[in-house]
């Protein structure tokens, strides 16, 4: 039987910690909203603590969202969870994120303490916010460089002094995916009372593997997904929402589903985008301009043929109206036959065998082709021709 993967959207707190992206509130509370209409389990709509106007946002985002989880991130202390509780007191739903750092790098040089200090604020911090009468989250900071015995013990603490939800993040995008998911796995079976918690994954991208990384978590026990539109984030990024929804809508035999409605994501994307002013890389995966554009000539043949010899999407399923035929130098007669076709000319033998010749000298100039550009190409070859 297929099961739950919680998707933890947190583009309004560490995606907007991206320099130059900071959202006003109201902006906020707009994506806020498309995210509740996309299908998003958990909403982390700031630090409450950090500013009045994070403070704000979580208020306004607890009062504009119904059916998500609203959360607000702490550090371990007392006054951060105080200001959390209070900022969430219009949520449906709340959730306090508190947690410390669990790597060793972290304990001595970040907070210049022990083991076992740590594993006594930890325990503390989930209590105090429990108390609060919200659900918990904890996150164990920088658990991907963490001892993996301490980790256990860490998360054991936590989940006995009533964490909801225990998040082992991969703070520095240290992680390989085949060693991130063993540490899911080790925490799974080693861990006493792991199954009163649910354990999440959060994955940052500065090697590149956020995704591979969640991914292979979420497969070793894991059961919620920390994630942000188009993967921004502090440094190199966070896992990307679209990213792992697509990953497991098309990977049916990983027997994983999200809630998400898959074809508004590239609306989202791109009011993300547009608000945050920060664009989406060509190339990005699922929402880039060329995710659905084919210029290569063997491509763009065997696509015409049949869609799925080169794409394991439909376009529509992600809110993409339509795959693109870029004409270049790489293209082949196909792609330019099926490309006048549309534009309401018939080409075929010698006549199209010509055509495609003044099409690559106009492309090697140009470096892509229009359709104005095809239209010329077409009129002048039929004067010629008469």
Avoid at 39 to 49: K, L, M, N, Q, R
Avoid at 141 to 155: I, M, Q, S, T, Y
Avoid at 184 to 200: H, P, R
Wanted: proline share 3%; glycine share 8%.
């Amino acid at each position: 039987m297929a099961k739950k993967i919680e998707i933890f959207d947190t583009t309004l707190r560490d995606g907007e910690q991206v320099p130059g992206c900071q959202l006003k509130t109201e902006e906020k509370v707009i994506i806020a909203r498309e995210l509740e209409a996309l299908g998003v389990d958990v909403i982390e709509a700031g630090f409450p603590i950090s500013s009045p106007g994070d403070f704000l946002s979580v208020v306004e985002i607890s009062k504009a969202v119904k059916e998500p989880v609203v959360c607000g991130l702490t550090r371990s202390k007392k006054e951060d969870i105080d200001v959390a509780a209070e900022a969430l007191r219009h949520a449906k739903r709340g959730r306090i994120h508190t947690g410390i750092g669990s790597s060793d790098v972290h304990i001595l040089h970040k907070f210049r303490s022990t083991r076992e200090q740590v594993l006594e604020q930890g325990a503390w911090a989930t209590k105090y916010a429990k108390d609060k009468g919200y659900e918990v989250e904890f996150y164990a900071e920088d658990a991907g460089r963490a001892d993996l015995p301490f980790l256990a013990k860490l998360v054991e603490a936590v989940i006995a002094a009533g964490a909801d939800v225990v998040n082992i993040p991969d703070t520095t995008g240290y992680c390989l995916p085949h060693l991130y998911g063993k540490r899911i796995q080790y925490l799974m079976e080693n861990v006493k009372n792991i199954d009163k918690a649910v354990i999440s994954v959060h994955c940052h991208n500065d090697l590149g593997m956020a995704t591979a990384n969640t991914i292979s978590g979420l497969i070793n026990g894991a059961r919620q997904a920390e994630v942000t539109i188009n993967g921004i984030g502090e440094r190199a990024g966070n896992t990307s929402l679209e990213e792992v929804a697509m990953t497991l809508k098309v990977h049916k035999d990983l027997d994983l589903y999200t809630n998400i409605k898959s074809e508004r994501i590239f609306e989202l994307s791109h009011l993300v985008s547009s608000m945050m002013r920060m664009p989406v890389q060509a190339n990005k995966a699922i929402v880039g301009r060329n995710a659905f554009a084919h210029s290569s000539g063997i491509h763009q043949d065997g696509f015409l043929k049949h869609a799925e010899n080169y794409e394991i999407i439909n376009p529509a399923d992600v809110g993409v109206p339509s795959s693109s035929i870029v004409l270049t130098a790489r293209s082949g007669r196909a792609a330019l036959k099926h490309r006048v076709e549309l534009l309401g000319h018939s080409v075929e033998g010698a006549q199209l065998n010509m055509l495609y010749e003044n099409f690559l000298i106009v492309a090697d100039e140009k470096k892509e082709v229009n359709d104005d550009d095809l239209l010329v190409l077409v009129n002048n070859q039929e004067v010629l021709s008469r």
